[in-house]
């Protein structure tokens, strides 16, 4: 037996062992590594009740803070991964304010049929939070895996959690899904449910129900932090004695080097709907914007766009039109509640929570000797957006503070509208207008 021969082939086989455990041992670091989910701690989104932590850290690249996703009416976050070779992953957590009918099944089988995918499995994921989920393959790419998830929420709202993994395997897309389902929190307030019962409240005395103090005319003189005149609002709010006629509101508002508008609205408050006409005629550009809202038979709210595709909302819910705010915010100073949430849809189809509270005059941003009530309105969709409403001791209303993203605040100083005709008579003629006052 040669056994110099004998010891080198064991050596050999040793060596190959060595190294086949090593790659064991580093393909067990890679998998555990990849399998190894870093999360962030909670990002709240105010006035919802709800916390998501998204995946962090090396190679990882996410949001903030909740983003407002307009096409969508929704709050949304995201969080990226990306490797030298191309493969990568995309997670996105949404949080949607008005949510089709259906189950959830039913509405993953609606989301997959948009994205031209198969769904393959439906599972549900998460004790406290439970979310119901589909694993899917794209139709297009069957290589890339999805994982779309659906959790309902309390008046509407709900949230929807979808990975994309392309690349990195099946397993690391659904550990990453599970791994962020897992992570959400919600508490809901009172002050959606508050909300809710408030807009009933002013439904009914719309319908002649009651008879708190509503004013039929609005005139606001619009002016920067150094007093400098920047235009003017004016609404008139038709209520009529009868209540089977339905109410109407017609608003002007200019804007020195920035637009004018013209708007309708007739609100049928026993129905719980409106038809909403707005023509926005912006300085800076060419041509008229035309929004038109109204619900059709089945009573589906639709938006039509005089240059892009109609938007819809589903049927049995009611958004406030934003130009009744201040209407509202009259009911809300005689109630009893200290905060609540209310929907609201503006001119252009943009739908946002607005958070309503009382606030002591001397906390408000615009100073006035004879403000004894001040209604805070936060729009929730963005940190630096809120109005502050001031009220003298017969809830006049005596003017607004109105901060709005990337624009300097301004001041609504309450004014009769021969004062608006006065100040902008020459406007007026120029461009044919004119305001109509009831008084």
């Known amino acids: 037996m040669d056994i110099e021969k004998v010891k080198r082939y064991s050596l050999i086989e040793v060596s190959l062992l060595a190294i086949f455990t090593t790659g064991l041992l580093i393909a067990h670091l890679i998998v555990k590594h990849r399998s190894t989910v870093v999360l962030s701690s909670g990002i709240s989104l105010p006035g919802s009740g709800l916390s998501v932590s998204m995946p962090e850290g090396p190679g990882w690249d996410r949001t903030n803070s909740w983003q407002y996703e307009e096409a969508e009416s929704s709050m949304m976050l995201i969080s990226q991964y990306g490797t030298p070779s191309g493969s990568g992953m995309a997670v996105r957590c949404r949080y949607v304010f008005s949510t089709p009918d259906g189950s959830e099944p039913d509405l993953l089988e609606q989301k997959a049929a948009r994205i031209n995918a198969m769904i393959q499995d439906v599972y549900r994921v998460g004790p406290e939070c439970p979310m119901v989920y589909a694993r899917m393959l794209l139709r297009s790419d069957p290589r890339e895996e999805v994982y779309l998830g659906m959790m309902r929420l309390e008046s509407n709202r709900s949230v929807e959690l979808l990975v994309r993994s392309f690349g990195?395997?099946?397993?690391?897309?659904?550990?990453?899904?599970?791994?962020?389902?897992?992570?959400?929190?919600?508490?809901?307030?009172?002050?959606?449910?508050?909300?809710?019962?408030?807009?009933?409240?002013?439904?009914?005395?719309?319908?002649?129900?009651?008879?708190?103090?509503?004013?039929?005319?609005?005139?606001?003189?619009?002016?920067?932090?150094?007093?400098?005149?920047?235009?003017?609002?004016?609404?008139?709010?038709?209520?009529?004695?009868?209540?089977?006629?339905?109410?109407?509101?017609?608003?002007?508002?200019?804007?020195?080097?920035?637009?004018?508008?013209?708007?309708?609205?007739?609100?049928?408050?026993?129905?719980?709907?409106?038809?909403?006409?707005?023509?926005?005629?912006?300085?800076?550009?060419?041509?008229?914007?035309?929004?038109?809202?109204?619900?059709?038979?089945?009573?589906?709210?639709?938006?039509?766009?005089?240059?892009?595709?109609?938007?819809?909302?589903?049927?049995?819910?009611?958004?406030?039109?934003?130009?009744?705010?201040?209407?509202?915010?009259?009911?809300?100073?005689?109630?009893?509640?200290?905060?609540?949430?209310?929907?609201?849809?503006?001119?252009?189809?943009?739908?946002?929570?607005?958070?309503?509270?009382?606030?002591?005059?001397?906390?408000?941003?615009?100073?006035?000797?004879?403000?004894?009530?001040?209604?805070?309105?936060?729009f929730l969709y963005h940190t630096d957006s809120y109005e502050e409403l001031l009220f003298d001791g017969s809830q006049n209303i005596l003017g607004k503070f109105e901060q709005q993203p990337g624009r300097r605040p301004r001041i609504w100083d309450a004014v009769s509208p021969e004062a608006l005709q006065q100040i902008f008579q020459e406007d007026f003629q120029a461009s044919g207008d004119q305001v109509v006052s009831n008084k």
């Open 168 to 378: 990195l395997g099946g397993f690391h897309g659904e550990n990453v899904f599970k791994t962020v389902a897992t992570s959400i929190q919600y508490r809901p307030g009172q002050e959606l449910a508050d909300g809710r019962i408030l807009i009933e409240e002013f439904l009914s005395i719309q319908s002649g129900g009651g008879y708190p103090r509503l004013d039929a005319e609005e005139a606001f003189l619009i002016k920067d932090a150094a007093g400098k005149n920047l235009g003017y609002y004016h609404a008139r709010h038709a209520m009529p004695n009868d209540p089977r006629q339905i109410p109407g509101t017609q608003i002007w508002q200019f804007e020195y080097n920035f637009q004018k508008l013209r708007s309708e609205l007739r609100l049928n408050p026993r129905d719980k709907n409106y038809h909403w006409k707005t023509d926005v005629r912006n300085f800076r550009t060419q041509g008229t914007q035309v929004y038109e809202i109204s619900p059709d038979e089945n009573g589906v709210l639709g938006v039509t766009h005089n240059a892009k595709e109609v938007r819809t909302f589903p049927a049995g819910e009611f958004f406030l039109p934003e130009p009744l705010l201040i209407q509202l915010a009259y009911v809300f100073l005689q109630s009893d509640r200290s905060g609540v949430i209310v929907d609201v849809l503006n001119a252009k189809g943009q739908l946002v929570p607005v958070y309503l509270t009382k606030i002591p005059p001397a906390r408000a941003k615009a100073k006035s000797d004879s403000a004894q009530s001040v209604v805070r309105m936060d």
